[in-house]
C-alpha cells in the first residue's frame, strides 16, 4: 500500500527557506513510472501545483514559483524533497506531497499534508 | 496559464439528489481534465481521471462529461458521504492548473 508522509518545519520566518520532505513507502521513488509532486493550499483557497521530478530527476516548476523552488529526490532514503526560498505571508499554506502517473499530469495518491506558516 | 472556473462555487443539496457541478477552461484541453473530492482537513482524492475515467474504488454514482472547455461532474444520488468540495484540474498545459472548488453542503 502506497503511503506518503510529509514533514518539516510548521513555522518559517520571513525571507527564510521553506525546507519539507516527503517520505515514501510502499514504493520506490526511483523506479519507473512515476513522477513525485508538491501542491499547496494556503488557508480557505484553493489548490496550486509547485513542482514535479520525474523518477529519473528531471523537473518541472510552476512558473510562477521557478526563481524560488527546488524539487529533488534522495533515493537512498525513498524520499524526495521541496525548498522554497524568499518565503512571505503569502506561502503559507498546507505543502501536499503526491505521486503523478507517468503521461498523464493528474495525482493519484496524496500525502495527508503539513501546514507551513510564514510568520516572524 | 489555463484558468478553471467552476460554477456553482457553493451548492445545497439533498441526501437522493442528483448533483450536476461545471467546469469551464480558458482554453481547450482537450480530454485532459481530472475531478478530486476533498473533505475537511484532508488531502483531495481523485474521483476521475481523462474526464470520465473512474479511479478505481470510486463508487459508480459519480461520473464526469465534457471535452474542449466545458466539462461537468454528477453525482447521480448524493449520499451523505458526499458531502465536501469538489476541484477540477487541467492537466493539457503546464502549469496544470485547478479550479476555485465547489462545496456541496447539506441543504
Known amino acids: 500500500q502506497l503511503q506518503l508522509q510529509e514533514s518539516g518545519p510548521g513555522l518559517v520566518k520571513p525571507s527564510e527557506t521553506l525546507s519539507l520532505t516527503c517520505t515514501v513507502s510502499?514504493?520506490?521513488?526511483?523506479?519507473?513510472?512515476?513522477?513525485w509532486a508538491w501542491i499547496r493550499q494556503p488557508p480557505g483557497k484553493g489548490l496550486e501545483w509547485t513542482a514535479t521530478?520525474?523518477?529519473?530527476?528531471?523537473?518541472y516548476y510552476n512558473p510562477s514559483l521557478k526563481s524560488r523552488i527546488t524539487i529533488s529526490l534522495d533515493k537512498s532514503k525513498n524520499q524526495f524533497a521541496l525548498k522554497l526560498s524568499s518565503v512571505t505571508a503569502a506561502d503559507t499554506a498546507v505543502y501536499y506531497c503526491?505521486?503523478?502517473?507517468?503521461?498523464?499530469?493528474?495525482?493519484?495518491?496524496w500525502g495527508r499534508g503539513i501546514l507551513v506558516t510564514v510568520s516572524s | 496559464d489555463i484558468q478553471m472556473t467552476q460554477s456553482p462555487s457553493t451548492l445545497s443539496a439533498s441526501v437522493g439528489d442528483r448533483v450536476t457541478i461545471t467546469c469551464r477552461a480558458s482554453q481547450t484541453i482537450s480530454s485532459w481534465l481530472a475531478w478530486y473530492q476533498q473533505k475537511p482537513g484532508r488531502a483531495p482524492k481523485l474521483l476521475i481521471y481523462k474526464v470520465s475515467s473512474l479511479e478505481d474504488g470510486v463508487p459508480s454514482r459519480f461520473s464526469g462529461s465534457g471535452s474542449g472547455t466545458e466539462f461537468t461532474l454528477s453525482i447521480s444520488s448524493l449520499q451523505p458521504d458526499d458531502f465536501a468540495t469538489y476541484y477540477c484540474?487541467?492537466?493539457?498545459?503546464?502549469?496544470?492548473?485547478f479550479g476555485q472548488g465547489t462545496m456541496v453542503d447539506i441543504k
Open positions: 503526491a505521486r503523478r502517473v507517468l503521461g498523464m499530469a493528474y495525482f493519484d495518491y
Open positions: 521530478i520525474h523518477y529519473g530527476g528531471s523537473t
Open positions: 510502499g514504493y520506490s521513488i526511483s523506479s519507473p513510472p512515476y513522477y
Open positions: 484540474q487541467q492537466y493539457s498545459i503546464n502549469p496544470w492548473t
